[in-house]
């Protein structure tokens, strides 16, 4: 049964993969498709997007019409189940003396965060991969977009991804035949393009992981897996079953026709299908265990059905926990330097990064009284604009740039949509405020910034030597703070989106100073707390996402990224996962691991 | 598949390479002891109600009311006095917006608690006030008396009671909100999705386009 529900493992695997999002889901795919006997360990529960989707769920049907609390932070039916900033029984704790408390997401279910997130997939470009020898600041990668180019190609054909080839600098152009063709935009987004062209802003269809149309499952598997037959087979039939987006229901839900792409309806399903692959959900890895020449045995978890510690053995480690999660798993993990499992350059739990994030909207008079057109589209934006000013840092007073994502319009109405009545319409009730809402329904448009951060020494989580959860682990401990570049890049969002938002007839005041940014961990695009490099005193792995302490112990995640550039990092952790794991299986072949 | 892979080699292999040598293992007593604790009971349910929900089934919020009867009359009230059924759809109470407040106001969450506030304070004024210029209750009121009364507070900038006018703010937003969130009035406002369309997204219909001058960029 590879859905290891009776709770026992095999005692020992080839690989044992932790975690089951883009990056675990990713590893487990791959390798078990060449024969790797996989065990992959996932912290929530088991989750079955095709049956839990609340595809067409209206908000009559759920506690406060669907609205955001606490509990549900982005609303009643986001995909995130056992998930969120905070998760009963599992704290975190910020360091005194920090200037923002971070804000520490988790998704506590199979297939991570992949079941929630914008499906944004934007390839990380040229520039983005040797930010230090451009401006002086950060760390080059251990690589060159060339080096990792043909895996993004392989990844945006497995998964499926719409968008256009725009030949921006530093926007790669995918290669012929590769993205699927984008959704026709909606009004309010012709509308904004028409204004970001008097302003200079390119505004260019989105690249989403949503499948526009089916995906080619006759030749694309020949394409990805030419020498393996069976791997070919396994994805063809895959691809099959996946359908076509059908233009309804908010991505954010997660997909039941699997039309978008989740780890739990992309990933895991095939990789299934190989018999290659044993799952264990509810198991929450405690630490890894090193032998005593260094290398990793086993993996030490807690049952959370049963509060059971168990170990399980294998060859390879690989770590997908998600980036703070795999930090602390390592910095809970003995070694001989005891300052955490291949850590010897004092880098694990440093560098950490999320995107910056800001937004501001208005209502645009000229989307008034409209008529009703459906315009739920692909769940999510079919445009948005690139960074335009990458050759003119110099002037801006900020290093490093953003792209844009923007929406509005008819969108399906939710608790608060209807707030701006408060000053079109004061004083108004009976007939007359129905003929306000049907004029104002649909009206507003906004705008949010996806920004680079640069990596200070001031953003890192270390371990709260007082604190545990509740199975005992110590906690992540956070510290923070933004640096001058973040906040000018903020202010520069703010004013960029006011000018467009005038442009379409708004108006919208900008945010000035450290009120124009989100709080850190809210964009939920945490990275870089276990660096790779190209040197072992400097950082944690690799290219190749190998620790260089432990050679059979490999990072697969949000946590090696260098920097974090403003496209958001799921796509490039597919492709780092992809690429990564075809090396790992060299060198096991070659009997180096 | 090829040959010599490891996962194909014999188990005797395997194990050769998994250990690495037998000097290693014996070493490491946390993988030579017994790999497997006794079971214990949870500190927390594994799967909360409010975190992860169970879709397959229409809920309401689980945590008790704190709306009285009386206060449930005055609050179907006024939601129908702001929102009547006419031409553009049916009344608030026909789509559960009075249940919906009462749903809100008894949240156990910190913005809900301070609009419980504002909200169960306001229904209190309401009756006063009603009591005070007709000797009735606001429920029992004609339209006309009704509206003589919201009149006086619904416009900051002519109200006579900014208490009033704070409550009437609060509530009126309550109630567009679980107007609008109610599918049966979407048809009305223009709200035209949540259906599944074939093919390719058809885009803006080229009269909007004409319409709104935006033939360059469309």
């Not at chain 1, 904004?192 to 200079?200: F, Q, V, W």
């Not at chain 1, 955490?340 to 000229?366: C, E, F, R, W």
């Not at chain 1, 994502?405 to 008819?410: A, V, Y």
């Not at chain 1, 990275?527 to 072992?536: E, L, P």
Request: glycine fraction near 10%; proline fraction near 7%.
């Amino acid at each position: 049964m590879p859905l290891l529900l009776d709770r026992k493992t095999k005692p020992q695997y080839d690989v044992i993969v932790v975690g089951s999002g883009a990056g675990g889901g990713m590893a487990a795919l791959r390798l078990a498709l060449d024969g790797v006997k996989v065990l992959m360990i996932e912290a929530g529960r088991n989750y079955d997007p095709v049956t839990e989707t609340p595809m067409f769920h209206t908000p009559e049907m759920a506690p406060l019409r669907g609205d955001k609390t606490k509990d549900r932070p982005f609303g009643h039916y986001d995909a995130t189940v056992n998930g969120g900033w905070q998760v009963p029984g599992e704290p975190y704790t910020n360091k005194p003396g920090t200037e923002g408390n971070f804000w520490w997401w988790r998704a506590r279910m199979l297939g991570g965060r992949t079941n929630h997130w914008g499906r944004i997939s934007l390839r990380f470009g040229e520039f983005d991969f040797m930010p230090k020898s451009r401006d002086g600041l950060g760390v080059d990668w251990p690589m060159k977009y060339a080096d990792i180019a043909p895996w993004y190609d392989k990844v945006e054909q497995l998964i499926g991804v719409y968008g256009d080839n725009d030949g921006i600098a530093n926007a790669p152009n995918s290669s012929p035949g590769v993205l699927l063709p984008p959704p026709k935009p909606r009004v309010g987004e012709l509308i904004a393009k028409k204004s970001g062209k008097k302003m200079g802003v390119p505004i260019v269809a989105a690249h989403r992981a949503v499948l526009s149309q089916p995906l080619d499952w006759k030749n694309i598997p020949k394409q990805l897996f030419p020498n393996n037959p069976k791997a070919q087979e396994i994805i063809g039939k895959d691809m099959m079953l996946r359908a076509p987006c059908f233009w309804a229901t908010d991505c954010l839900r997660g997909c039941s026709i699997r039309a978008n792409f989740q780890s739990t309806t992309v990933l895991i399903p095939p990789a299934l299908a190989t018999g290659n692959l044993d799952i264990i959900t509810d198991a929450m890895v405690r630490e890894i265990i090193v032998d005593s020449s260094g290398k990793a045995t086993a993996v030490h978890y807690i049952d959370k059905t049963t509060r059971r510690d168990a170990v399980v053995k294998a060859r390879v480690v690989i770590l997908a926990a998600s980036t703070c999660e795999t930090s602390r798993i390592l910095l809970n993990s003995k070694s001989k330097d005891k300052a955490g499992l291949a850590n010897s350059s004092g880098q694990v739990g440093k560098n950490l990064m999320d995107s910056v994030g800001t937004s501001l909207g208005s209502h645009i008079p000229m989307m008034e009284n409209l008529p009703p057109m459906n315009e739920d589209g692909a769940g999510g934006l079919h445009v948005y604009s690139p960074w335009w000013l990458v050759n003119e840092h110099s002037k801006l007073g900020f290093a490093r740039g953003y792209h844009i994502e923007m929406g509005g319009g008819k969108k399906m109405p939710s608790v608060g949509g209807f707030k701006g009545l408060d000053s079109t319409s004061p004083g108004i009730y009976g007939s007359k405020l129905k003929q306000e809402a049907m004029r104002y329904y649909g009206a507003q448009f906004s705008f949010s910034g996806r920004g680079e951060m640069i990596p200070n020494k001031d953003c890192y989580h270390d371990i709260d030597s007082n604190v545990v959860d509740q199975w005992g682990i110590p906690v992540a401990r956070f510290h923070w703070k933004w640096s001058d570049h973040e906040i000018k890049q903020a202010e520069h969002m703010q004013n960029t989106f006011a000018e467009l938002l005038e442009g379409m007839g708004g108006k919208a005041t900008p945010l000035k100073g450290e009120a124009a940014i989100k709080k850190p961990g809210e964009i939920i695009h945490e990275v870089g707390t276990a660096r790779m490099g190209t040197k072992a005193s400097e950082s944690v792995t690799n290219q190749y996402c190998q620790t260089w302490d432990v050679k059979n112990l490999f990072l697969m995640d949000g946590s090696v990224l260098p920097s974090n550039p403003d496209k958001n990092p799921t796509l490039t952790i597919l492709a780092l996962a992809w690429r990564s794991c075809e090396w790992l299986m060299d060198e096991m072949k070659a009997q180096r691991i | 598949m090829n040959n010599d892979h490891p996962s194909t080699m014999n188990r005797r292999h395997a194990l050769k390479w998994l250990t690495g040598s037998a000097a290693a293992t014996a070493v490491a007593p946390a993988i030579a002891a017994p790999t497997e604790t006794e079971a214990a009971p949870l500190a927390y349910p594994l799967r909360s109600a409010f975190h992860d929900p169970d879709f397959s089934k229409p809920a309401t919020g689980s945590w008790q009311r704190l709306l009285s009867q009386q206060e449930l009359k005055t609050t179907k009230a006024l939601a129908d006095l702001i929102l009547p059924k006419d031409d553009h759809g049916p009344a608030a109470s026909e789509v559960g917006v009075s249940e919906f407040i009462d749903e809100w106001v008894s949240a156990p969450y910190e913005p809900q608690r301070d609009d419980s506030e504002v909200v169960r304070g306001g229904l209190g004024w309401l009756n006063t006030e009603s009591f005070r210029r007709f000797e009735k209750r606001f429920d029992e009121l004609g339209l006309e008396q009704q509206s003589q009364i919201i009149d006086d507070i619904c416009d900051p900038a002519t109200s006579v009671s900014p208490t009033g006018t704070k409550f009437f703010v609060q509530f009126r937003q309550l109630a567009l909100s679980g107007y609008y969130t109610h599918s049966a009035t979407w048809k009305h406002l223009g709200y035209v999705g949540n259906v599944t369309l074939a093919g390719a997204y058809p885009g803006v219909p080229q009269e909007v386009i004409e319409k709104l001058g935006l033939q360059d960029v469309a």
